[in-house]
């Protein structure tokens, strides 16, 4: 079955079993055009998309809407009104430099280490693989660690996220918003002792034991949390609030995503991809099978591209999966080929939104597909897809 044939919108693709010829046209013919039938501009190539991501006119949320109508007033409401990812102006500007701050600043080494070890514990637990556990819940758990979580808390709080996710498609339900809101208010009780410890807490390295079930590590003073107290201070931002909703969001941020990178590794594995060094694989697969196939922005104000307006209320949706195969950008786009110097990598998004996650998240995958890997254990070469909008994640 061709995919190219089945295709209707750029939104469905993400679910294909090979979405990659239907993009690669649109790359070739309609790298920037209108979409009648989703209502919104799509932009496909490397030029595109990076002119999207880097236009000031373009924004995350659409201006009368800045938080979902489905929770706002709620908990969810509110800490997704203070997500970095979600607004825009210099007061995000600057929160985004605490937050990326904190990610440069942590311990990867560590978190792969942790994410060997809770993977090889969901194993021994016996059983039927629990998929989900490892592709979810292992990435969620380790953040939480990070963040300062005991074990049992780091488990809640990885439920809780994966409830707290669903108030962010436009499709969500009525019943996903309820949801959402009281995972929200859970992830503030979990994390919020978590943060006026770091407040509370002196610069420098913890005292012996004072830490969480895995977080007394040589090298790693402060964890997440710690770290985003630090550079708020530093940078004289006195307000917790925001502090604690972009806690959250490391967790809310690395739980599809991360999930659609493992997945997507042991996708490229059933197919024959290997060689010995699987973290230039999952880096590879970042590019040739996107765990995030596009993002979106709404214009605030007129956008002019390649003679093409788009109004002020329109519509963008940027199609970072198929700018990843742009041949402009990288030599033998449609080749999975780990040995790749310095591609042209849109994945993370570019520009003032970009991912401060990045290392992070391939740190994470790596360590969860090696030790898969080492039990045996894989997935089949072609899987179906959870049918998300923008999150690529085979069902496993
Ligand atoms: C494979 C895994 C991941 C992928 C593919 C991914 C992808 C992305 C993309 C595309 C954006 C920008 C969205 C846009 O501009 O519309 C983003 C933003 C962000 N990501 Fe990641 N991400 C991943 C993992 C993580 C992890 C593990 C963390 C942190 C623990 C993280 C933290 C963030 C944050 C805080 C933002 C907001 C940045 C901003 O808006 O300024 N991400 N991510």
């Not at 500007?93 to 969901?122: I, N, P």
């Not at 300062?148 to 439920?159: H, K, P, Q, S, Y």
């Not at 996650?357 to 897809?385: H, K, N």
């Amino acid at each position: 079955m061709s995919s190219t044939t089945t295709v209707s919108s750029p939104v469905e693709a993400v679910r294909l079993a090979d979405p990659y010829p239907y993009y690669a046209r649109l790359v070739a013919e309609r790298p920037f055009a209108w979409d009648e039938a989703l209502g919104a501009w799509v932009a496909a190539d490397a030029a595109a998309v990076r002119a999207v991501l880097g236009s000031g006119a373009l924004r995350v949320r659409p201006v009368a809407e800045p938080v979902p109508a489905g929770i706002a007033g709620t908990a969810a409401g509110e800490v997704f009104g203070e997500l970095v990812r979600m607004t825009d102006g210099a007061r995000a500007a600057r929160l985004k430099q605490v937050v990326a701050g904190a990610l440069a600043r942590a311990d990867t080494a560590y978190a792969a280490s942790l994410a060997g070890r809770l993977t090889r514990e969901v194993l021994a637990e016996g059983g039927e693989v629990p998929y989900e556990e490892l592709m979810f819940g292992v990435p969620a758990r380790v953040v939480a660690d990070l963040s300062g979580l005991t074990e049992g808390a780091g488990r809640e709080a990885a439920r809780a996220i994966g409830d707290f996710v669903q108030c962010i498609p436009a499709a969500a339900t009525e019943d996903q918003y309820r949801a959402a809101a009281a995972a929200a208010t859970r992830l503030r009780a979990l994390l919020g002792p978590a943060l006026t410890e770091a407040q509370a807490t002196p610069l420098g390295p913890p005292a012996a034991g004072a830490a969480a079930a895995y977080s007394v590590r040589p090298g790693q003073a402060q964890g997440l949390l710690g770290e985003l107290v630090a550079g708020a201070e530093r940078d004289g931002w006195a307000h917790a609030g925001p502090l604690l909703s972009n806690a959250i969001g490391f967790l809310s941020q690395t739980y599809d995503a991360t999930a659609g990178l493992i997945g997507n590794t042991l996708v490229a594995l059933a197919r024959g991809a290997g060689g010995a060094d699987l973290d230039a694989l999952v880096r590879e697969v970042v590019r040739y099978d996107a765990p995030i196939q596009n993002t979106r922005r709404f214009a605030a104000e007129s956008f002019t591209y390649a003679g093409s307006t788009v109004e002020p209320g329109q519509q963008v949706l940027v199609l970072l999966a198929a700018a990843n195969r742009d041949p402009a950008v990288n030599p033998d786009p449609h080749t999975l080929s780990p040995e790749r110097v310095n591609p042209a990598v849109f994945t993370f998004g570019a520009a003032a939104h970009r991912c401060p996650g990045a290392e992070l998240a391939t740190a994470l995958a790596g360590a969860v597909v090696t030790e898969l890997r080492a039990a045996g254990l894989g997935t089949t070469a072609t899987p179906a897809y959870r049918p998300l909008a923008n999150a690529r994640i085979p069902l496993l």
